[in-house]
Structures are given as structure tokens and as C-alpha cells.
């Protein structure tokens, strides 16, 4: 396999075009190189990326499937190493490198022409119930035509056989479901294209008051409501009731999960990531990178406290989207977290979800908790490691009425170090800070 690319003198030319701006020039002189020597495994990587990053996904996706050989080796499967590419274009605070990558990665997990490609989910009656409503949503819209008529009688057909085994029944897709939906099963029909906008986060809160809150009071939970721009939280509300990306459905009670490198990326979302980074530099700033996004939905009921946890990074950014006249009950559908940490030695499995660990180790602690309640766009910023779950769920039927929950989660839990030693009870009560007026709204600015 040739490697001559690290040290090979048209690595210069490359890199100059590039930092320049000049993509096209840095893409046709790597193009050239790979037709000469066609497995250089790290002149395909930087052409893959250098596309990524310019928003050329479709012609990064020809490329990253090297010729094969005896020498190839899983490293040279893009869906081994664009995970790291994202994690290092993270580090470096190059978000559109993220998300070229993400988006690219995704389209390899679940957009591939060969069905034995795609990544699997079992079938559910929760998330055929979901798909059958995108379906038809998407084809009020237009964006799907009158053919998917037969798709979806085909998905209806799947969901009726399941949902007579029980109403959150699993299992594997089958040769006979197989036969009816694999063609659009688990697959990228559809994502919105989400681009940035002027500004993602609203003026109407106080950056720097929200850092003072988070950073002076125990255990670190603060609540911000009008959290972005008008246009942005519609772009964003658009992109989650239009993209087809909701593959996650281990989920209890109906929830279905997205995460970034499998879809739920777009330029909106780095913007949100990137522009809360730099509002708050002391409590983010360069010290966390983003580590992961992901988006929820759940309803219409959902019980309280289906599953207590704690998270892999230093600082959570939970907010929600959908529009409060979905939610019947204003006093819950939101976030309870309470004041106790998960032990740095316990691992991911643990705290996040072991309920017969965690729910004895609260009462030993003695935990007390709040309890926010669930607003259109308003955002929870604490501590990752506190141990947190969702509210109990009333909202109405309906597809568009889907609570919607999106997180970023900035650095890792073990270089926490606004809260690293949370207070005893003895010593400190638990005031939550999200009840502060300081930071819920600049009044001169309503």
C-alpha cells in the first residue's frame, strides 16, 4: 500500500491551496495524485476531508471506499476512522469539518446502496408508528411523492402485525418485513437542509450571568429561556420534524434517538455549539470541546423518571423545542436533576444505566432534586455528571406535538473542574439557580 503521500512534495501544494481557500485547486491536485497511486491511503483521507469540509459530500462519499487489495485492513473502512476525524476536527474547534464528517459518516451507516451495509435497528411498534407519521408529513410537504403511498401501507401492514404482540413490542427485522420495507428501512430519505442563520443564540439572556450562576453555586444547573433567535428555533424545530434520522429505538416507552454521526448534524447545530462556546468562555471556551449532540423524542406520555443517569461529559446543554401547546401539563415534561454526582469510578455502564446501582447510591446520598419544568426553547445548562432523568411526558397525539429534546455535551466528566467536590448537605442547601431571575431575561431587552 502506498504511503509516499505524508512525505511526498506535493503535500505543500495541497495544504497551501487549502489554507487559501482554494478547495478546488487543493481537490484536483489530490485527484491527480490518487490516479497515479491509487491505494495511498493518507492522500485519500485528506481528499475525503478536504471535501467534507467544503461541503462536497457527495463527491467525498466516491472516494472513500479505497480499490481493495489484500492489504487492506479495517483502517481503511471510512466508517473506522471518520469517528476519529470528527473527535480531532472537534478538538480544533473546526465545526464544519465536524459536520462535513458527520453528515458523511452517516450516509455511510445508513444510506448505503447495499441493504448489508446499512446499519440495523430492530423494528418496533413505537418506531414504525413514528416513520409511518414522517412518511406522511413529509408528503404534505412535498418532499416525498404520491409513490410513497405503497411504502407506507407496506409500514402500516408491519406495524399492525407487531402491535398485536404488545404496544412497545421489538424485534429483529424479519425476511417477511424484510420483503415489504428494507428498501427505505433505517435508510437517509430525507435530511433538511438546515444551514446557518444570522445568529443562533438569542439576546434576550445573559451570557455572563449564566457563567457567575453556573460557576458560584453548587451543584451547577442553570435555566435559560429564549434561548435562540426566533428563526433559529423554527430552522432547528423544521430540521427534527423533516429529517429521517431517528434510528435509536432501544428506548423504554416509545423514546427514538439521534445522534450526530448518525444524522443529527447540520450547519445550524455546529453554529449553536460553536456560538455557546464562545458566550460562555469560562465555563466552556476552549477548555471543553464538543464531544456529542444528540436529539430525543418522545409521547405523548411518557412516565416520570424512566431512567436516572449521568453522562460522559463535564458540562451538559439540554434544551427543548417543540411548542408549549403540545404540552397539556406546564408544570412537568421538563428535567429533574438532582445534586449528587456519579463517582468518577464508576463506569459508563454504570452511571448511566445501572437504576438498581443508582437508585440506592441517591438514597444513601440523601439526594434532593429539582425539578425544571418544560418550556419551548428553553435550555438547562449543568453539570454532566449530576444525575438527571425527564419529567413526566403529558403532551397531545400528534406527530408535530413530539417532545423534542436536544443536548450538546461539552469536554469529559473526568476533567470537570467547576464542580469536581459537590457540598455535603450539611453544609450547602440546594438552591436551584435556574429559579434566579438574573439570567432568565435581560428586562431592558424584552
Not at 485519500?44 to 462519499?61: H, K, W, Y
Not at 438569542?202 to 433567535?229: I, K
Not at 438514597?363 to 455528571?385: E, K, L
Request: with cysteine; aromatic share 8%; proline share 6%.
Amino acid at each position: 500500500m502506498g504511503t509516499s503521500w505524508e512525505a511526498g512534495p506535493v503535500v505543500a501544494r495541497v495544504r497551501a491551496a487549502a489554507g487559501a481557500g482554494r478547495t478546488q485547486e487543493a481537490a484536483r491536485v489530490l485527484g491527480d495524485a490518487l490516479r497515479t497511486r491509487p491505494q495511498d491511503r493518507a492522500a485519500r483521507r485528506e481528499l475525503v476531508l478536504l471535501l467534507a469540509a467544503s461541503d462536497q459530500g457527495d463527491e467525498a462519499l466516491r472516494w472513500c471506499d479505497p480499490p481493495s487489495t489484500e492489504d487492506d485492513g479495517p483502517g481503511d473502512d471510512a466508517t473506522v476512522w471518520l469517528p476519529e476525524a470528527i473527535t480531532v476536527a472537534l478538538e480544533r474547534g473546526d465545526f464544519a469539518l465536524a459536520q462535513g464528517c458527520a453528515q458523511l459518516l452517516a450516509r455511510l451507516r445508513w444510506d448505503a446502496a447495499d441493504p448489508a451495509r446499512r446499519s440495523v435497528v430492530p423494528l418496533s411498534v413505537p418506531k414504525l408508528r413514528h416513520d409511518i407519521d414522517q412518511m406522511r408529513h413529509l408528503q404534505d410537504l412535498g418532499v416525498l411523492g404520491t409513490e410513497y403511498g405503497q411504502v407506507i401501507d407496506s409500514y402500516q401492514a408491519v406495524h399492525d402485525r407487531l402491535a398485536a404482540v404488545g404496544t412497545d413490542a421489538r424485534k429483529p427485522l424479519d425476511a417477511e418485513a424484510d420483503a415489504c420495507i428494507a428498501p427505505t428501512y433505517n435508510r437517509l430519505l430525507h435530511i433538511r437542509d438546515t444551514p446557518r442563520v444570522a445568529r443562533a443564540l438569542s439576546d434576550r439572556w445573559d451570557p455572563a450571568a449564566v457563567e457567575e450562576q453556573y460557576l458560584a453555586n453548587a451543584p451547577g444547573v442553570v435555566s435559560v429561556d429564549d434561548f435562540l433567535t426566533e428563526e433559529a428555533l423554527e430552522e432547528l424545530y423544521r430540521f427534527c420534524l423533516e429529517s429521517t434520522v431517528w434510528f435509536g429505538n432501544r428506548y423504554a416507552h416509545g423514546r427514538l434517538g439521534a445522534l450526530m454521526q448518525d444524522g443529527f448534524s447540520c450547519p445550524l447545530l455546529m453554529q449553536i455549539a460553536e456560538e455557546l462556546r464562545d458566550a460562555l468562555p469560562r465555563l466552556i471556551g476552549d477548555r471543553y470541546p464538543l464531544r456529542q449532540m444528540w436529539g430525543f423524542k418522545c409521547g405523548p406520555q411518557v412516565p416520570a423518571d424512566v431512567t436516572t443517569h449521568a453522562d460522559f461529559a463535564a458540562v451538559n446543554v439540554n434544551f427543548w423545542i417543540t411548542p408549549d401547546e403540545a404540552n397539556t401539563d406546564e408544570h412537568s415534561g421538563g428535567l429533574v436533576v438532582h445534586d449528587v454526582d456519579a463517582p468518577l469510578s464508576w463506569g459508563f455502564d454504570t452511571y448511566n444505566g445501572r437504576q438498581d446501582l443508582i437508585r440506592p447510591f441517591l438514597r444513601r446520598r440523601r439526594a434532593r432534586s429539582m425539578t425544571i419544568p418544560y418550556r419551548q426553547n428553553r435550555a438547562v445548562i449543568f453539570d454532566s455528571d449530576l444525575f438527571h432523568a425527564s419529567d413526566e411526558v403529558r403532551f397531545r397525539p400528534g406527530y408535530e406535538n413530539l417532545r423534542i429534546n436536544v443536548t450538546l455535551l461539552y469536554g469529559d466528566r473526568e476533567e470537570e473542574v467547576h464542580h469536581r467536590h459537590p457540598p455535603d448537605h450539611g453544609t450547602t442547601g440546594l438552591r436551584p439557580a435556574w429559579r434566579s431571575a438574573a439570567f432568565a431575561r435581560v428586562r431592558a431587552k424584552r
